[in-house]
């Protein structure tokens, strides 16, 4: 399977699956079809809690759909039970965030799943007792997010702010780019 620029290596360690028809359960009751799909499975606490199906057609909607639709994304943090003990946590909006990281050499990124921290993730990132690097998106609402975040963890664990230019993302950057952002990375004073 190959996707994007991303190595196999990283499509296997994040187990990239692909379905041409799935059949899904409404949150209204009943079911619909989606096809063509990337498959990429969501753990939490080391069980699998469900799957992120993303669009590759331009036509088909909606570009990301989270099944079972019982599963609350701000209720989880996607790559969080990866990180190992020692280092900081860099926190992405996206899956592919993470991905772009793992591939740049750093294996303690995660994501919230858009550009935001919600009250259970925050408790979550708190319960690590790790630094956090924020490495949201350079646009608006990844701007906003980083600040929000700022001051939802401020006085509460160490930060440091990744900052990338309009437009740009850890997940389309090149590897020695994401390399140089992270050591040239701010800490929050």
């Known amino acids: ?32 079809q989606m096809y063509e799909r990337l498959v990429i499975p969501i753990y939490q606490n080391g069980i699998k809690v ?34 190992i003990e020692d280092a900081p946590i860099i926190v992405c909006e996206g899956m592919f965030d993470v991905w772009g990281w793992y591939e740049a050499g750093y294996t303690n990124a995660v994501c919230t799943f858009g550009a935001h921290v919600t009250k259970e993730q925050y408790r979550m990132l708190l319960r690590t007792g790790k630094d956090l690097i924020w490495s949201f998106d350079g646009d608006v609402a990844g701007i906003t997010a980083t600040k929000n975040a700022i001051e939802m963890f401020k006085y509460k664990a160490t930060q440091w702010v990744i900052n990338f230019e309009e437009g740009q993302d850890p997940g389309n950057c090149e590897i020695e780019v994401l390399q140089n952002l992270y050591k040239n990375k701010e800490k929050v004073r």
């Open 1 to 32: 399977l190959k996707f994007r620029n991303f190595k196999p290596e990283t499509l296997k360690h994040f187990e990239l699956g692909y379905v041409s028809e799935v059949k899904l359960e409404k949150k209204s009751g009943g079911y619909f």
């Open 50 to 83: 469900g799957v992120s199906l993303r669009k590759m057609r331009a036509q088909d909607n909606p570009k990301w759909f989270h099944a079972p639709h019982t599963m609350e994304t701000g209720q989880i943090i996607y790559n969080i039970d990866n990180c």
